[in-house]
């Protein structure tokens, strides 16, 4: 339903402004001034009717741009509306269109393209545009989270085990020798079923398990179709979750773990992280003495939520020597 009333404002507004621009268009055609439709008349007093030079263009430019930046900047910080947006663009635009002595018809022009340009900024707003999938990197395999399918992992020489009973207190050495999961033969014999399982579980308890040279990595939750069932190799990796016992098992293996090139087996840095994903960081610790602060959130988010394009989060714990206690990183997908 969100998405259905967001389509209906963009598609409301463009209508508007198609009928907005039409109007005006037929106005100035048909009213006639001094014997002249008022689209051929000067609308304004400037008399230079020279070619403008690239110098007093490139100075016009700038201002306009500089302008741009910063209505840009304002709004997706929610700092002014799109029609103070418009005032502090509206300026530096009049200064160049008075340059030079104008009729209706640059007129016309300039209204179309300030609707044109207010157009595609709502619809900036409203629909926001994508974001970049994170990757991980493990053991040399990369796994980008809601592309990366469970075929490639399998190829890349991964297993993946499918949980076939839960033991409660399982500990993490007999996971894979408890007969709690069973390894799947990569057959395309099993089925991932319809919709999006946004299951929570601790990995000894969750569905699907990554296993690489027979060390437990972590779970993974496989996403198909929200309409019908997908065969399992066929289905992309939506959220992937470690342990602190498949961390441990992981370095002891020296089986490397990146998130957009940073290190998670190495000591954390809030500094590294800081400059490797800027403001996508929105939680890190600030008291080093606060166990329940321990812990890294970054987030990939648009400007609509996940109405229109997929979403991520990733949440990194630590301990007080800054070091990988627990990771998951999950997406949010469009309705």
């Avoid at 069973?182 to 079923?193: C, F, G, I, N, T």
């Avoid at 929570?200 to 198909?224: C, F």
């Avoid at 190495?266 to 400059?275: F, N, Q, V």
Wanted: proline letters at 4%; glycine letters at 8%.
């Amino acid at each position: 339903m969100a998405k259905l009333l967001l389509i209906g404002i963009i598609v409301f507004l463009g209508i508007a402004f198609v009928i907005i621009g039409l109007c005006l268009y037929y106005y100035l055609k048909r009213t006639i001034v001094k014997g002249r439709p008022l689209i051929d008349e000067p609308v304004n007093d400037q008399e230079r009717t020279d070619k403008m030079g690239i110098g007093e263009l490139l100075v016009h430019l700038s201002m306009i741009a500089i302008a741009g930046f910063l209505v840009i900047v304002l709004m997706r910080r929610g700092a002014v509306s799109p029609i103070l947006g418009r005032m502090i663009l509206l300026p530096p635009v009049m200064a160049l269109f008075n340059a030079r002595k104008r009729t209706g018809k640059a007129m016309l022009a300039l209204v179309v393209s300030l609707m044109v340009a207010l157009f595609v900024m709502m619809s900036d707003l409203i629909i926001g545009l994508p974001v970049k999938a994170p990757v991980l990197n493990l053991g040399g395999t990369e796994i980008t989270v809601t592309q990366t399918t469970a075929a490639d992992v399998l190829e890349d020489g991964f297993d993946i085990y499918v949980k076939q009973h839960y033991e409660p207190g399982l500990a993490y050495e007999e996971i894979l020798s408890s007969g709690s999961f069973e390894k799947y033969p990569a057959d395309r014999s099993l089925s991932v079923k319809e919709g999006l399982d946004e299951y929570n579980d601790p990995v000894e308890a969750s569905p699907y398990i990554l296993v690489k040279d027979g060390v437990v990595m972590g779970s993974i939750t496989l996403y198909g179709s929200r309409t019908e069932d997908t065969v399992l190799e066929d289905c992309k990796i939506v959220r992937i979750r470690f342990d602190e016992d498949c961390i441990d098992a992981a370095k002891a293996k020296s089986i490397s773990c990146t998130l957009n090139g940073v290190d998670l087996h190495a000591p954390l840095s809030r500094d590294k992280l800081a400059d490797t994903f800027g403001k996508k960081l929105w939680h890190w610790p600030k008291n080093s003495e606060d166990v329940t602060e321990l812990y890294y959130g970054i987030a990939w988010t648009t400007g609509s939520g996940h109405t229109f394009w997929n979403e991520y989060e990733s949440y990194i714990h630590f301990d007080e020597k800054n070091n990988m206690t627990a990771f998951e990183i999950t997406s949010k997908l469009p309705e």
